[in-house]
């Protein structure tokens, strides 16, 4: 059976300290919503994102920039789906930018 477009390759969710956090990957598009930083949980613009990089937030959580050129949204991971998160991302959006100074 082909893969669903509908479906996403990766569905990664991580509540930090109150934060809600998704990332879904699908073969067309990336998708992501964070409420970290927010007052409500809202959805990433993609169209408007000119590149990506995963930072260390904490011993417990990982930062996954989506730079605008506006703002950066942040979506929050578990450390456990890093490797994950990069690898999908990697294909879906092309190589990540340096990281921030």
Known sequence: MPDSPVLPT???????RGALCRVRVFRDRVTAE???????????PMEAVSGWRIEECDFDA???EF??????WRVLLSPADESLADMA???ALGAPMPAAS
């Open 62 to 64: 990982v930062c996954v």
């Open 10 to 16: 990766l569905d990664l969710q991580h509540t930090w």
């Open 89 to 91: 991302l990697r294909t």
């Open 67 to 72: 730079v605008t050129m506006t703002e950066i």
């Open 34 to 44: 964070t409420s970290y930083e927010r007052e409500t949980l809202l959805p990433v």
